[in-house]
């Protein structure tokens, strides 16, 4: 007899592997809620993400001699490039220029060429000698604004709203310096 009472005094009881099971489940929501970037954290992460694949797209329109589009598109953007028969297409989805959603409540609005909006079904050509008007994009999502710019002597640039004014035009940028 005595043996069965150590046995039972050496285990634990299901309620409370409950307890501590469910103690856990709750520190792991909890983390998992605490860790998950906010909606400013996601549009500042795209507004990077979108610069560098412009320059990205910038540098191989040089390198290539063959030009390369950019526009917005209902939820996210695209980039395009002209196939034989001298239309724009759409890259193939193991391209780095593959269509993108914009993440959580990340929207784009305010495209603007030569401080003009981009009218619905326009896009943005890159072409091998770079830009040929001044850019401008904002990315808003989580109370955070951020504003890319770029034109034809300068890098794509990133701009957090405390940085980037509207009345500031695209061309008040510095100038883009690089060895090629």
Do not use: C
């Amino acid at each position: 007899m005595r043996g069965n009472r150590d046995a039972r005094r050496a285990g634990f009881t299901l309620i409370e592997l409950l307890v501590v099971m469910s103690i856990i489940g709750v520190l792991a929501a909890t983390l998992v809620f605490v860790a998950a970037p906010g909606d400013a954290t996601l549009a500042r992460k795209e507004a990077r993400r979108l610069a560098a694949l412009l320059e990205l797209a910038l540098a191989e329109t040089r390198a290539s001699g063959q030009s390369i589009a950019w526009s917005p598109v209902p939820g996210g953007y695209a980039f395009w490039r002209k196939a034989e028969d001298g239309e724009w297409v759409g890259f193939p989805e193991d391209s780095p220029y593959r269509r993108r959603s914009l993440p959580g409540a990340t929207l784009l609005h305010d495209v603007l060429v030569d401080a003009q909006p981009l009218g619905p079904g326009e896009r943005i050509v890159l072409t091998p000698y770079g830009l040929s008007a001044a850019i401008q994009v904002a990315l808003t999502g989580g109370g955070a604004s951020v504003t890319l710019r770029g034109g034809a002597l300068r890098r794509i640039s990133v701009q957090p709203d405390s940085h980037a004014r509207k009345d500031d035009p695209p061309s008040a940028e510095r100038p883009r310096i690089h060895a090629g």
